[in-house]
């Protein structure tokens, strides 16, 4: 079952700070995130495993709350660059480890 | 390194023809896929493989077809093109194991069906 992603769009301004949620109705193995530019190949920014941990780099990082089936992506600080579609897919706790399910995407829209 | 390619980049088919997108990756992967993009529906998984000669079902294969003989080549066939398959098709390379290795996309394929 697709994940559900929120907010559909946001618009920041530079330096501004946002969140992406991504969340399921089935209990979730892992939570992969992607940004896909307009036009262009989704690019993988991290992975997130069940367990609850957090991951980050640079000024994007996420988390997993188990007890939720929720993801959340955390960008501070945006820049120019973030701009693009967010993209979370899915691996459902005791379904195949070679199928994600991605949500409909968020997308992103930083402004000088 | 080429990464994971992908042709034509752009095709229009007439409802009915047939015609195979191309994808090649050079990372020695063993897992490749396909998707499909459609605006405001995400991705969505078409038929994947884990290893030459062995190939499954995604969410929406119907209307398509796979098939895997060489860890490098993965070609998706559209035997009787329908205006529904009007997409972007994106193929996919990894590690066998999703659960720990990203995904690393080709440029795409923009496939128009009249």
């Known amino acids: 079952q697709q994940p559900v992603q929120s907010p559909q769009a946001v618009i920041l301004r530079e330096g501004e700070d946002a969140v992406i949620n991504c969340s399921s109705s089935?209990?979730?193995?892992?939570v992969h995130w992607y940004r896909q530019k307009h036009g262009e190949a989704p690019v993988f920014l991290m992975i997130?495993?069940?367990?609850?941990e957090q991951k980050g780099h640079d000024k994007i990082s996420a988390s997993f709350n188990e007890k939720k089936q929720q993801s959340s992506l955390y960008l501070t600080a945006s820049q120019l660059s973030y701009s693009g579609t967010y993209f979370c897919?899915?691996?459902?706790?005791?379904?195949?480890?070679?199928?994600?399910?991605f949500g409909k995407g968020t997308l992103l829209t930083v402004n000088p | 390194n080429a990464g994971v390619t992908q042709t034509p980049k752009f095709q229009v088919l007439k409802t009915g023809q047939s015609m195979t997108l191309q994808c090649a990756q050079d990372?020695?992967?063993?897992?490749m896929s396909w998707y499909r993009q459609d605006p405001g529906m995400g991705l969505r998984l078409i038929h994947y493989?884990?290893?030459?000669?062995?190939?499954d079902q995604g969410e929406v294969p119907n209307g398509y077809n796979v098939s895997r003989s060489t860890t490098e080549d993965f070609p998706l066939r559209l035997l009787s093109a329908a205006p529904s398959q009007t997409s972007v098709y994106f193929c996919?390379?990894?590690?066998?194991?999703?659960?720990?290795?990203?995904?690393?996309f080709g440029p795409g394929t923009r496939l128009t069906v009249t």
């Open positions: 996919a390379s990894s590690y066998t194991d999703l659960t720990s290795y990203e995904q690393y």
């Open positions: 089935k209990a979730l193995y892992s």
């Open positions: 997130l495993l069940k367990g609850g």
């Open positions: 897919g899915t691996e459902i706790y005791g379904g195949s480890n070679y199928k994600l399910t």
């Open positions: 990372m020695n992967h063993e897992y």
């Open positions: 493989s884990v290893g030459a000669g062995i190939t």
